[in-house]
Structure formats: C-alpha cells, structure tokens
C-alpha cells in the first residue's frame, strides 16, 4: 500500500458508510472504494473480511502475553450489544496457534507469504481486545478503539511481508496496535474537547442576544453582539448557524 494514510481514512470511512447503511454493503460496492489503490487479489479479500467484522470482540477467556502494564489495571465493561456477543463467538472460533507455530507464521510472512497476514491478524484479534481493555475509555467507544488496533495489527503485519526479519515480529506489531489506539484517543478527545467549545461558545451567545435584548428593547445585531462576546464576525456566523441547525 503506497499511502498508508489515504488507505486508514478510506477504510474508516468506508466502515461509517456500512454502519449508516440500511443495506449491507456487496463485496463489490466495498471494493469500489479501494479501486484506485494497488491492493492483491489478497490484500483485499482481507480488508473485506476485516470490515465485515461487527468490529466488537473477546472477553476476557485467554489473554496471552500481551500486556506491559500492570494485571491489577481496572479493564473497561465490554459492550452488551448484540454485534458484540456475535464477534465474540466469532473470536472463539480462531484456533489458537502455539508459540512454534505462530514463530513460524512470522517466518513465513519475512519470506513474502501473504497468507500470513491473514493467519496472524486472527492471532491478534484477542490481544488487542486485552490492549484496548486497558485503554482509558468508555465502554461505549470500545469498538472503535478496538477497530483503530486491529488496524494497527494489519498495516504492521502487512509492512513486514517480504521484509526478511529474524525476530522481534511481536514488538513490532503490539507497539503499532498500541499507537493506533492511542492515536484515535488522542484524535477523538480533541474531538470532543472541540465539540464542548462549540457548546459553550453558543450558550454564550444565546445569553449575550437575551442580555442585549432587554437592554436595548430589541434584537440585537451581529455587531452588537461581537461586541458584547468578543467573538469575531466569521465565529459568530459559524455559531448561530448552528444554533440555528440546531433549533
């Protein structure tokens, strides 16, 4: 994949399209987002496979060694939606490698073999449910958070393909599901933090029009209250109308 970036947003918009959408998705209409990139026949067959997913994941059954951080860490409520119990029971359908086995799928990845990426990603599917449980989230953001490392996992696997390395294949794909994680925390609580502002901003200027009102017996105007809030004439815009949409 030549741009990673162009590739994660595609891929996440085409995720919120099939979530707001009456109708599944075709495998077709799915890979008609993906068109102008330079995927295999196999590379997207997995994307399709991983947008299938209801995106929810495993309890807590086998956890293994995947975290850094302390065991007594308060995990997040796992979600109890119905989408979420079918991706579990789809997570306890992955047969569990053993360490040989799974040493060897790195193997066979280094050496080019696409397969694997498929085969590790499953591997990974329950680690990064355990990261993402140790995460500092709500309950209800959980699956976009486990989303965000799962795609992580795929884009880690996908840049050792061929890539000949000997060892450390696990640290490199748990720190890459940790940053993405991390990355749409970070991303979603400027989100949100942005979405606060907006708010406060128009409860500020719905108070200002009511003070301005009963002062001058009439409506004020955009400059009065630019004035009165300190906000400049383009902000102000901005703000009521959405106070307007809003209404």
Request: contains cysteine.
């Amino acid at each position: 994949m030549t741009d990673q970036n162009t590739f994660m947003e595609t891929v996440r918009a085409v995720a919120e399209i099939m979530k707001a959408a009456e109708k599944p998705l075709s495998r077709e209409e799915i890979s008609g987002y993906f068109r102008d990139m330079e995927l295999s026949e196999k590379q997207q067959e997995m994307v399709y496979q991983y947008l299938l997913q209801p995106k929810e994941e495993k309890p807590q059954e086998k956890q293994p060694e995947v975290s850094r951080r302390k065991a007594k860490t308060p995990l997040v409520p796992l979600p109890d939606s119905v989408f979420f119990k079918m991706y579990l029971k789809e997570l306890r359908r992955i047969p569990v490698c053993t360490s040989e086995e799974e040493t060897e799928l790195y193997e066979r990845l280094s050496a080019g073999e696409e397969a694997a990426v498929k085969l590790l990603s499953d591997q990974w599917q329950p680690r990064v449910l355990d990261l993402a449980r140790r995460q500092e989230v709500a309950s209800d953001e959980l699956a976009d958070v486990i989303q965000e490392g799962n795609m992580g996992v795929l884009l880690a696997l996908s840049g050792m393909l061929g890539s000949g390395r000997k060892a450390g294949w696990q640290d490199v794909v748990d720190e890459a599901a940790r940053e993405a994680m991390a990355s749409y925390i970070v991303q979603s609580a400027r989100a949100s933090d942005a979405g606060k502002a907006a708010l406060a901003k128009a409860a500020l200027v719905y108070e200002a029009r009511k003070v301005l009102a009963e002062d001058l017996q009439r409506m004020p105007t955009d400059a009065e209250l630019c004035r009165y809030t300190k906000l400049q004439e383009e902000e102000l815009a901005d703000i009521l109308g959405f106070m307007k949409d809003g209404s």
